[in-house]
């Protein structure tokens, strides 16, 4: 498996972005995976934001993003989206995408980033004041 993230940059506080994680040579995805995000600020440790299950489509959230994020899927294009918008300050950081086998979405806010089966590499969102 191998995750591709896109989409980071800079914007102004309440502006948006959109980033994209883009399964590479995966094949098929299993119905009980989820992908989602997570994110670390400078000197903070990685934190959990959104996840999807890829055949529920169930999503969970982090409290400090719900009803300004919104996560998604295609699996035409077996690719995950979290839409970001109302950016604050505090949600600059590097976010990480990831998966996780055999687990709901929920889980894998509860199990954390120490758990995660695989991961993409980091996209830089930076939200100027």
């Known amino acids: 498996v191998q995750l591709q993230a896109f989409g980071g940059g800079l914007v102004q506080a309440g502006g948006s972005l959109r980033l994209s994680c883009l399964c590479v040579a995966c094949g098929r995805t299993f119905s009980s995976t989820s992908r989602g995000w997570f994110r670390q600020a400078p000197g903070k440790e990685r934190e959990f934001v959104a996840a999807?299950?890829?055949?529920?489509?169930?999503?969970a959230y982090a409290d400090s993003v719900k009803g300004r994020f919104t996560i998604s899927r295609d699996g035409a294009e077996n690719t995950v989206y979290l839409q970001m918008n109302s950016l604050k300050p505090d949600d600059t950081a590097v976010y990480y995408c990831?998966?996780?086998?055999?687990?709901?979405?929920?889980?894998?806010?509860?199990?954390?980033?120490?758990?995660?089966?695989?991961w993409g590499q980091g996209t830089q969102v930076t939200v100027s004041s």
């Open positions: 990831g998966e996780k086998r055999g687990h709901s979405a929920q889980a894998m806010n509860i199990l954390g980033p120490n758990n995660i089966d695989y």
């Open positions: 999807i299950n890829w055949g529920t489509g169930r999503a």
